[in-house]
């Protein structure tokens, strides 16, 4: 099995209903599967995170989830054209598998929400992108070829999936664009699979 692994960190669910319809976008592929994951918050005043089990909603990923996924969403709310701290402390605890190349050559695409029109959509998919180069992972866009990406008037970039979550709930474009990075993801896991 062909295991995608969807990270994500949501504050007020828009980044987690994302993750969601990424995940069916990746289970459109016969003998893939969505693993989805989420991180804890951390502390405003320190680093510690935290309980080790999250009382609803995804469990909390581990570097062993990276480790042996096929390929990688990441998503984040926007925090300042960047992403969240949340996020952020998990990727910077993942130097371990830099030193072993674990994830060198596996695909990977990012997705986010934001409440404002202009706090940096694009810029924060940027930002995300930088780790996972470092880590010689294969960056995913969004097809060309995706209609939805062309119709939209709400979110959605070639980056990655976009959401303006205080405008309304996903859109049909939005949850369209999701589902195809999702599906691209699956198949570039399932063909470097079929590869190696």
């Given at each position: 099995?062909?295991?995608?692994?969807?990270?994500?960190?949501?504050?007020?669910?828009?980044?987690?209903?994302?993750?969601?319809?990424?995940?069916?976008?990746?289970?459109?592929?016969?003998?893939?599967?969505?693993?989805?994951?989420?991180?804890?918050?951390?502390?405003?005043?320190?680093e510690?995170?935290?309980?080790?089990?999250?009382?609803?909603?995804?469990?909390?990923?581990?570097?062993?989830?990276?480790?042996?996924?096929?390929?990688?969403?990441?998503?984040s709310?926007?925090?300042?054209?960047?992403?969240?701290?949340?996020?952020k402390?998990?990727?910077d605890?993942?130097?371990?598998?830099?030193?072993?190349?674990?994830?060198?050559?596996?695909?990977?695409?990012?997705?986010?929400?934001?409440?404002a029109?202009?706090?940096?959509?694009?810029?924060?998919?940027?930002?995300?992108?930088?780790?996972?180069?470092?880590?010689?992972?294969?960056?995913?866009?969004?097809?060309?070829?995706?209609?939805a990406?062309?119709?939209?008037?709400?979110?959605?970039?070639?980056?990655?999936?976009?959401?303006?979550?205080?405008?309304?709930?996903?859109?049909?474009?939005?949850?369209?664009?999701?589902?195809?990075?999702?599906?691209?993801?699956?198949?570039?896991?399932?063909?470097?699979?079929?590869?190696?």
């Amino acid at each position: 099995m062909t295991k995608i692994l969807i990270l994500y960190y949501s504050r007020n669910g828009t980044t987690e209903k994302m993750a969601y319809q990424i995940a069916l976008g990746v289970e459109s592929l016969e003998g893939v599967d969505a693993v989805i994951r989420t991180v804890p918050e951390i502390s405003s005043v320190c680093e510690q995170t935290e309980n080790s089990i999250p009382e609803k909603g995804a469990p909390f990923a581990t570097l062993d989830d990276l480790k042996s996924c096929h390929g990688l969403a990441l998503g984040s709310p926007t925090h300042f054209g960047n992403m969240a701290g949340a996020l952020k402390h998990f990727i910077d605890q993942t130097t371990g598998l830099w030193f072993s190349a674990a994830l060198s050559g596996k695909p990977a695409g990012v997705f986010t929400s934001s409440s404002a029109m202009h706090s940096g959509h694009e810029s924060t998919l940027l930002s995300m992108m930088l780790p996972l180069i470092h880590h010689g992972m294969l960056i995913m866009s969004v097809p060309c070829n995706e209609i939805a990406l062309k119709e939209t008037n709400t979110g959605g970039t070639p980056y990655g999936p976009s959401h303006l979550s205080t405008a309304h709930d996903l859109s049909s474009d939005e949850k369209s664009i999701c589902r195809a990075l999702g599906h691209r993801l699956a198949q570039t896991s399932v063909a470097l699979k079929n590869i190696s």
